[in-house]
């Protein structure tokens, strides 16, 4: 069965140093969105691609994050610099059929 | 601004047990409903998902409700089983600008 696909699955970084998260989305899948979930809660959209193009970035702290689908499939979401506050999971969900499918997560320990 | 609650925000029930958690969202202008179960440390898994122009959905023992007027969402689970033991969140698709907003969610316990 088809999945989405992060890594890392952790990451312990030090405050002010850069971190980068993968996602491939499964194959097809036009939609493709981060999210963040701090422990206790739900998600929080940071941003959504329809193919190469942001569709939705208004929850993105654009000063430190970024976020690039450079060829329409997998994605990348950049930190720099890290902050203790940023500690959480970071999911990469895509959909297709109005149904979102989502990865393990990356789980962000800023130390 | 869309709002989603989830209430219980945690629940404890013995096996066997047919339960309700509830979602309820202040917008009803929602494209459609979404539920979902997580496993701790894990990513989220659909369960259900409902469009604004459906009443209900039904998987397994799982059955989803949608009253998009009165902004409420129910998932009935029967005969519950230690394996549901999970967080189960609703998410909601705003119509319009399609942006989707998750419930916090609530974390259940099946008893063995």
């Avoid at chain 1, 992060?6 to 998260?21: G, N």
């Avoid at chain 1, 036009?30 to 190469?52: C, H, K, N, S």
């Avoid at chain 2, 958690?21 to 659909?46: E, M, V």
């Amino acid at each position: 069965e088809a999945e989405v696909a992060q890594s890392p699955r952790y990451k312990i970084t030090e405050k002010s140093q850069a971190v980068a998260f993968w996602c491939d989305p499964i194959s097809g899948h036009a939609t493709l969105y981060w999210y963040r979930q701090i422990l206790g809660q739900g998600p929080e959209l940071l941003v959504q691609f329809q193919d190469e193009s942001v569709v939705d970035d208004s929850q993105l702290p654009k000063d430190r994050f970024s976020a690039e689908r450079l060829k329409g499939v997998d994605s990348t979401l950049k930190i720099q610099p890290a902050e203790l506050g940023d500690s959480a999971m970071y999911l990469c969900a895509s959909r297709d059929l109005g149904i979102q499918y989502f990865g393990a997560g990356t789980r962000l320990s800023v130390l | 601004k869309q709002e989603v609650t989830q209430i219980p925000a945690a629940l404890s029930v013995p096996e066997g047990e047919n339960l309700v958690l509830n979602c309820s969202f202040t917008d009803s202008a929602i494209y459609n409903l979404q539920w979902f179960r997580q496993d701790p440390g894990k990513g989220l898994t659909s369960l259900l998902l409902i469009q604004s122009s459906q009443r209900e959905q039904t998987s397994g023992r799982l059955n989803a409700s949608l009253d998009k007027s009165s902004g409420r969402s129910t998932l009935y689970i029967a005969a519950s089983q230690p394996g549901d033991s999970a967080t189960y969140l609703c998410a909601v698709r705003e119509a319009g600008g399609f942006k989707t907003i998750f419930g916090a969610g609530t974390r259940l316990f099946v008893k063995a």
